[in-house]
């Protein structure tokens, strides 16, 4: 049971309740809403995630699920499943990834190195020169950098849902809700 009650939408100011208005019916997005200032650029920079980033929509959900599977995200990995699968991970990374099994060699270099970063990331405040050198192997500057935009973005809406108990659904269910990047293939 969540933590709090939904917000009156009538006590919204009218930019975030015409803002609100356009979006699906999501537990997040309303719990969320008990900040009028932050709702709306909290959901842009995520719809930014989906449109702006150099970073392939495979990469992206490999650090969205690999974030999850380390906060304990269950919202964030049953909304984000549906998308990787979209975007192209496969059923074994996808399970690799939700069972931390971020050295597995069935991971390609390039997944491996993605994931154990990110990982990282999410469980410590620095990352080991071993790590970073070997993400840096397959991601340019400009990615590695997305990498940690994404990893905290999922990281907060992911604390959001845990520690105010957000009832988990999948909203976007198998909607493809991927962006524009380059390639889909691999990191």
Known sequence: MPRLTDPDPASFPDEVATFLGKLPPDPMVK?????????????????????????????????????????????????????????????????????????????????????????????????????FDEARRFLSDRELVEVLQAAGYYWSFGRIATVLNVEVTKVYDDEPVLGTSRDTTGV
Do not use: N
């Open 31 to 131: 719990m969320m809403s008990h900040s009028t200032g932050t709702v709306k650029p909290f959901v842009e920079f995520a719809r930014t995630l989906f449109t702006s980033l150099e970073l392939p929509d495979r990469a992206r959900e490999l650090v969205v699920l690999t974030v999850a599977a380390h906060t304990d995200g269950t919202f964030v990995a049953a909304q984000h499943d549906p998308m990787a699968r979209s975007a192209g991970v496969d059923e074994r990374t996808r399970q690799l990834v939700r069972d931390r099994q971020i050295d597995s060699p069935e991971l390609s270099e390039a997944d491996r190195a993605l994931v154990r970063f990110t990982a990282e990331v999410v469980r410590h405040p620095r990352v080991s020169d071993e790590v």
